[in-house]
């Protein structure tokens, strides 16, 4: 390998196998990281709306305590602090974890803005038609918050995609740890380093691609409701 070459085209094809096995890791983390983020969003959304103090005032301190923090410091606070109290989880659980609190907060005030969003005379309308508070939210409310929502929840998906190298601070061998060392063993860094940011932004726009197509597919079917 000539190291006076800028860039050895036969070098990364070389680590292109490596670096997709990294790849997976990260797909998984940012995959199982916003499965775990929009659930536990609408679940934190609900709780901040609800009519008893007891319970809203603590969830609101909460989803605004995990905003104004650093999702390196939740990271490295999960990671240190779950083993003292007997949970032990591997590293990668562990980032997973901290991706899904950390984007379930803005999911929550995501939620908050589609349900809020929702017209008066619709809780109305149920009311008149005796719906029960649940079937209410889950049938006609949130039907209509959703679809409005999708570009900002596929917004974090980037976003969290972006935000998965911070996992190496916990030993998560991702993609950009695994350019780092193979730029470390080769003495290499243009090819791995222009690799990892070439399959960044490859996925990226897939990712936004798949949330317009999702979009276009809600707006559709609302439309033809």
């Not at 939740?74 to 991706?99: D, E, H, K, M, R």
């Not at 860094?189 to 999702?214: C, D, K, N, Q, W």
Request: proline content about 6%.
């Amino acid at each position: 390998m000539n190291n006076d070459v800028i860039f050895d085209w036969d070098y990364a094809l070389g680590i292109l196998p490596t670096l997709g096995s990294a790849l997976v890791v990260t797909i998984q983390a940012t995959v199982l990281g916003m499965l775990l983020a929009v659930v536990l969003g609408l679940v934190l959304a609900m709780g901040r709306r609800a009519p008893w103090p007891v319970l809203s005032y603590p969830v609101a301190f909460f989803i605004e305590f995990v905003r104004s923090t650093p999702l390196l410091v939740q990271i490295y606070f999960l990671f240190y602090v779950l083993p003292g109290t007997g949970l032990q989880l591997s590293p990668l659980t562990t980032g997973i974890l901290a991706l899904g609190i950390h984007y379930a907060a803005y999911c929550a005030e995501v939620y908050r803005a589609g349900i809020e969003a929702v017209p008066r005379g619709q809780y109305e309308a149920a009311r008149a038609l005796n719906l029960s508070s649940w079937r209410t939210f889950w049938g006609v409310v949130l039907p209509q918050a959703i679809p409005p929502v999708v570009p900002a929840l596929g917004n974090y998906l980037v976003a969290m995609f972006k935000d998965t190298p911070l996992l190496s601070a916990i030993t998560v061998v991702e993609l950009l740890q695994q350019s780092k060392i193979l730029s470390s063993t080769s003495f290499r860094y243009t090819e791995p380093i222009t690799l990892v940011g070439l399959m960044f932004l490859v996925l990226s726009l897939i990712a936004a691609y798949g949330v317009r197509r999702v979009e276009s597919r809600l707006q559709s079917v609302g439309a033809k409701a």
